[in-house]
């Protein structure tokens, strides 16, 4: 008699972070150095206990338990300690609310993302690209998110809200995020509130991003409505004709420029330091812009079929996201009593989700340092797994702007990249070091480039 078939189930083991200090447990280790942290915690289980002070949290390390925890919205919602931090931020907008209520707002702001929508928002975003690599000159060292936030700012405000580009709330919000990121993220990471409120000249500065963005915010939602402007075709329109109210339309556009801004324009200056380091793969994208991309006169000319011609490029950014996924921590909370990995998990236990851990691990990612955009061809992505790799998280909540972000980044890359040779800044001895910051997204601290035109 032949045995039944049995289906290999992997059995996930449970284990506990080590090192963690009285009263602080982990919390030092996880907020002064956490990248080198995360990459250790595999070694002890797939399910790690990791101490947030007093608190027991768990660290999910494999990709099985990852998509496990964001789609099993019974036992798992959103929550936890950054999240806790970053709700006053975004009020009830889409990242933010529970599950019950987040299905409806989903349709409701989906159509904002549809693939038709972008037939308008190729233009834009070629045009701010080329202003961009336009704006500079032979020789420049540049500050690169000094450039790649208004940049990105200018492109959400401009395509979702139809903004004018010259107009000055354009540019008034363009020029606080770098300052509203910074701040959120000092926030996220301070233990206490009272030291938020602290007159820094940081908190100083957040405090006038906070209030130029909810005015700029109120202002465009004010505009509209006194206008009854019905030709427009933007993610104000579409709230407007869903009847959100003038709180719920804030929310949401805060969250759409929270989420948008600083995730795309860290990704875009990592794409940019890692061509710095690159020459081969700088080539290669700067030889495909000039075949794919329009002439200057011609920006609404561009197809998304033209964006997907954008092969090597794209791989570039692929790798980027792998190498350095802009969310690269998050959380859910426990809401009913479940068993993860074997382990008992309360309602209210922090769950914590770092897609940076995964893309790091060497069993899914082979020399996962090494900057490799070749991972990405046809035939190596086919060995990758697929699984493993999760910039955009994963499930219902996963992020609704990834195809416009990939649009965006891959764009303002292979435009820069086809006008500009980017070469680091040297140090003492070797290229000057660019470290990464993890904060609300991970940054690339202080990335400074000269460039160079390039005229081949
Ligand atoms: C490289 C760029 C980006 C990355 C890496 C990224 C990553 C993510 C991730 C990981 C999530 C899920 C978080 C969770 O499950 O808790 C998310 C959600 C979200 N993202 Fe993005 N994002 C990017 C760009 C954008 C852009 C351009 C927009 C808007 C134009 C956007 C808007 C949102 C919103 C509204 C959510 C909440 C979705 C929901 O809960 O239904 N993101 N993003």
Not at 147 to 151: F, N, R, S, T
Not at 302 to 308: F, N, R, V
Not at 345 to 354: A, K, N, R
């Given at each position: 008699?032949?045995?039944?078939?049995?289906?290999?189930?992997?059995?996930?083991?449970?284990?506990?972070?080590?090192?963690g200090?009285p009263?602080?447990?982990?919390?030092?280790a996880?907020?002064?150095?956490?990248?080198?942290?995360?990459?250790s915690?595999?070694?002890?289980?797939d399910?790690?206990?990791?101490?947030?002070?007093?608190?027991?949290?768990?660290?999910?390390?494999?990709?099985e338990?990852?998509?496990?925890?964001?789609?099993?919205?019974?036992?798992?919602?959103k929550?936890?300690p950054l999240?806790?931090?970053?709700?006053?931020f975004?009020?009830?907008?889409l990242?933010?609310t529970?599950h019950?209520?987040?299905r409806?707002?989903?349709?409701?702001?989906?159509p904002?993302?549809?693939?038709?929508?972008?037939g308008?928002?190729?233009?834009?975003?070629?045009?701010e690209?080329?202003?961009?690599?336009?704006?500079?000159?032979d020789?420049?060292?540049?500050?690169v998110?000094r450039?790649?936030?208004?940049?990105i700012?200018r492109?959400?405000t401009?395509?979702m809200?139809?903004a004018?580009?010259?107009?000055?709330?354009?540019?008034?919000?363009?020029?606080?995020?770098?300052d509203?990121?910074?701040?959120?993220g000092r926030?996220?990471?301070?233990?206490?509130?009272?030291?938020?409120?602290?007159?820094?000249?940081?908190?100083?500065?957040?405090?006038?991003?906070?209030r130029?963005?909810?005015?700029?915010?109120?202002?465009a939602i004010?505009a509209?409505?006194?206008?009854?402007?019905?030709?427009?075709?933007?993610?104000?329109?579409l709230m407007i004709?869903?009847?959100?109210?003038?709180r719920?339309?804030?929310d949401?556009?805060?969250?759409?420029?929270?989420?948008?801004?600083?995730?795309?324009?860290?990704?875009?200056?990592?794409?940019?330091?890692?061509?710095?380091?690159d020459?081969?793969?700088?080539?290669?994208?700067?030889?495909?812009?000039?075949?794919?991309?329009?002439?200057?006169?011609?920006t609404?000319a561009?197809?998304?079929?033209?964006?997907?011609r954008?092969?090597?490029?794209?791989?570039?950014?692929a790798?980027?996201l792998?190498?350095?996924p802009s969310?690269?921590?998050y959380?859910r909370?426990?809401?009913?009593?479940?068993?993860?990995?074997?382990?008992h998990?309360?309602?209210?236990?922090?769950?914590?989700?770092?897609?940076y851990?995964?893309?790091?691990r060497?069993?899914?990612?082979?020399?996962?340092?090494?900057?490799?955009?070749g991972?990405?061809s046809?035939?190596?992505?086919?060995?990758?797994?697929?699984?493993?790799y999760?910039?955009?998280?994963?499930?219902a909540?996963?992020?609704?702007?990834?195809?416009?972000?990939?649009?965006?980044?891959t764009?303002?890359?292979?435009?820069?990249?086809s006008?500009w040779?980017?070469?680091?800044?040297?140090?003492?001895?070797?290229?000057?070091?660019?470290?990464?910051?993890?904060?609300t997204?991970?940054?690339?601290?202080p990335?400074?480039l000269?460039l160079?035109?390039?005229h081949?």
């Open positions: 008699m032949t045995a039944p078939a049995v289906t290999a189930v992997p059995v996930h083991r449970a284990g506990r972070a080590p090192g200090l009263l602080l447990g982990h919390v030092p996880l907020f002064r150095d956490p990248l080198p942290f995360l990459r915690l595999p070694a002890h289980g399910l790690v206990e990791v101490r947030l002070g007093p608190q027991r949290a768990v660290m999910v390390c494999t990709p338990l990852f998509q496990h925890v964001l789609t099993d919205n019974r036992h798992f919602d929550g936890g999240f806790d931090k970053l709700r006053p975004l009020g009830d907008g990242g933010s529970p019950e209520v987040h409806r707002q989903r349709r409701q702001l989906q904002a993302f549809r693939t038709e929508a972008f308008r928002y190729l233009g834009v975003m070629l045009e690209a080329l202003a961009t690599a336009g704006g500079w000159s020789g420049d060292v540049i500050e998110e450039h790649a936030y208004p940049l700012a492109i959400i401009r395509t809200f139809s004018d580009g010259s107009s000055a709330a354009v540019a008034r919000i363009a020029s606080v995020y770098p509203f990121h910074a701040g959120i926030q996220m990471r301070y233990p206490s509130a009272l030291l938020d409120r602290v007159p820094t000249p940081g908190n100083r500065r957040f405090r006038h991003a906070c130029t963005v909810s005015r700029e915010v109120d202002g004010a509209r409505r006194s206008a009854r402007d019905t030709t427009k075709d933007d993610l104000l329109a004709g869903e009847g959100l109210t003038d719920e339309m804030r949401q556009v805060v969250t759409m420029l929270t989420g948008g801004i600083g995730t795309s324009a860290s990704a875009l200056g990592w794409a940019l330091h890692f061509l710095s380091r020459e081969e793969s700088a080539d290669a994208v700067a030889r495909e812009a000039r075949a794919v991309l329009p002439a200057r006169a011609d609404r561009l197809t998304p079929a033209d964006i997907a954008l092969e090597t490029t794209s791989r570039v950014v790798e980027t792998r190498y350095y969310a690269w921590f959380s909370t426990v809401t009913a009593p479940v068993e993860l990995a074997g382990e998990l309360t309602p209210g236990t922090p769950v914590l989700l770092s897609p851990l995964l893309h790091h060497p069993d899914l990612y082979p020399d996962p340092e090494r900057f490799d955009p991972r990405w046809p035939e190596r992505r086919a060995e990758l797994p697929r699984q493993a999760v910039p955009f998280g994963f499930g909540r996963k992020c609704i702007g990834d195809v416009y972000a990939l649009t965006e980044i764009l303002a890359l292979a435009v820069i990249a006008r040779h980017l070469l680091p800044r040297p140090g003492p001895v070797l290229p000057h070091l660019v470290e990464p910051r993890p904060w997204v991970i940054h690339p601290a990335l400074r000269r160079r035109a390039r081949s």
